[in-house]
């Protein structure tokens, strides 16, 4: 079984659609073995965005990503990294498949609901930014 990272983020956080976009997660085979709702820091933020930092988005992101709540999550299954990704949608929800998170929750291109890992290697790096393995079910 292979693990990926996701946030469900402000904007969904506070339309309460977490257990909706959960739900599409199960349904499409990754299981949640670790979620918690935390109140991300500027600082935290900042640390979990770095690789973003000199672009023109970065303040928008962290003020987006610092307004509420997130649901942070370590999701299990066969190849989840390339699941999840498919089963979020493009970043742009107007360009994500039909039935993808994004396309069914995003509100716009920064208010899309969601973040997933976008390779193993930085799946392992962002759950091990915001979880001890001792926080994580084994399946």
Avoid: C, W
Avoid at 4 to 18: E, G, L, M, V, Y
Wanted: hydrophobic share 35%; proline share 2%.
């Amino acid at each position: 079984m292979d693990r990926t990272f996701s946030i469900i983020k402000p904007d969904a956080t506070k339309r309460n659609i977490t257990g909706a976009i959960n739900n599409i997660i199960e349904k499409n085979n990754l299981s949640i073995v670790a979620q918690k709702r935390i109140k991300l820091s500027k600082y935290k933020a900042e640390g979990f965005y770095s690789a973003h930092k000199e672009k023109p988005f970065f303040n928008d992101l962290i003020e987006y990503m610092t307004s509420g709540a997130v649901i942070v999550q370590v999701l299990e299954g066969m190849n989840a990294v390339k699941k999840y990704r498919e089963i979020m949608g493009a970043t742009n929800p107007e360009n994500a498949d039909d039935g993808t998170i994004r396309k069914k929750y995003a509100l716009n291109i920064q208010e899309n609901s969601v973040h997933g890992s976008d390779s193993d290697e930085n799946a392992k790096i962002e759950i091990d930014f915001f979880f001890d393995e001792s926080e994580i079910i084994n399946n």
